[in-house]
């Protein structure tokens, strides 16, 4: 099996001025791209395997972990994002959970952000359902990502790499995540909070 670099799903520009088409040149263009290429490789290497990539993440470990962990990171933060001018909201669903887990919509923006500052290095911040079905805001570095872990849903995500805001902000972590929430598809989330809650009630 062999993986193809998914679609954005909006124009490499669409996301201009909080995130502009260069970024998405060099992010989703040559870094996402990248992954995929290494991910091939390294499943080239180890001999055919008929495993999706979320199987591969829980089963493999090395170049085959790192680069299919990074695809899937990456293909969930593009559809954590829309274009600005599409801005949307949370659900109620979502709302009174964030209201209830972190005090208000903009305490837990605040938190977030202060989570996704202080991620030292390169890495990702998610907010997440995790395996109790609490919601949770959580840090984790280089590729690794909460989906490997059991009974986790993941919810959105901000990938924190230099190569996500150095051509944008150069080094102010601070004003790409200021720019995030201007381009945050709430939409998506809310969906992912939903499809939670679904599985667990069938469960």
Known sequence: ??????????????????????????????HHAGYVDKLNSAIEEDG??????????????????NNAAQVWNHDFFWHCLCPANKSTAPSNRLHEALEKKF????????QFADAA?????????????????DLSIVNTSDADTPVRDPG????????IWEHAYYLDHRNSREDYIEAFWKLLNWQFVSENLAAAHSERHAA
């Open 103 to 110: 005090g208000s919509l903009e305490k837990f923006k605040q």
């Open 117 to 133: 500052s202080g991620n030292f290095g390169s890495g990702w911040t998610w907010l997440i359902v995790d395996a109790s079905g």
């Open 48 to 65: 055919p395997q008929d495993k999706s990539l979320l199987e591969l993440i829980r089963s493999t470990e090395g170049d085959t972990f």
């Open 1 to 30: 099996m062999s993986f193809e670099l998914p679609d954005l799903p909006f124009a490499r520009d669409a996301l201009e001025p909080h995130m502009s088409q260069e970024t998405l040149d060099y992010h989703y263009g040559k």
């Open 152 to 159: 986790v849903t993941v919810l959105m995500t901000l990938d």
